[in-house]
């Protein structure tokens, strides 16, 4: 592994991190990942991320939102989040490219992803495919 990658959550699960965003690793072991989490070292179980070795470009859409923390009620059918910035965006309609409001970033919208795959087995509810 690279000494210099990406991790973004990979299971629905309130840990401090925010779903679909992407962090820098501070290090990345055998059953452990350190982050950077808001200027601070962070560790967690590795098993619970998607780990890269290049810096993602494309929006994540978190599908599953109905359990985040702190997101407006009309959110909770999905939303995007910045892959530069970690800010979470509504799209309008289905752009294959969106601009953020934080960063002010042009990024693609990863839409064929299917981030929580109901099939990885931690959400019970089934998936929903968005609609915005
Ligand atoms: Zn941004």
């Known amino acids: 592994m690279p000494t210099a990658c990406w991790a973004r959550l990979r299971e629905d699960v309130d840990c401090g991190i925010r779903r679909g965003a992407w962090y820098d690793t501070v ?74 409001d934080g960063c002010n970033g042009l990024y693609e919208v990863a839409w064929e992803e299917t981030y929580f795959d109901p099939d990885g087995g931690s959400n019970s509810g089934g998936y929903k495919a968005p609609r915005f």
Do not use: K
């Open 27 to 100: 290090s990345v072991g055998q059953f452990e990942i350190s982050l950077a989490v808001h200027g601070q070292e962070r560790t967690f179980s590795r098993d619970t991320f998607d780990i890269v070795a290049t810096q993602p470009t494309r929006w994540t859409i978190v599908a599953h939102a109905s359990n985040a923390a702190v997101i407006p009620a009309r959110w909770a059918r999905g939303y995007a989040v910045c892959p530069q910035c970690s800010m979470r965006q509504l799209p309008m309609g289905r752009p294959q490219i969106l601009r953020c």
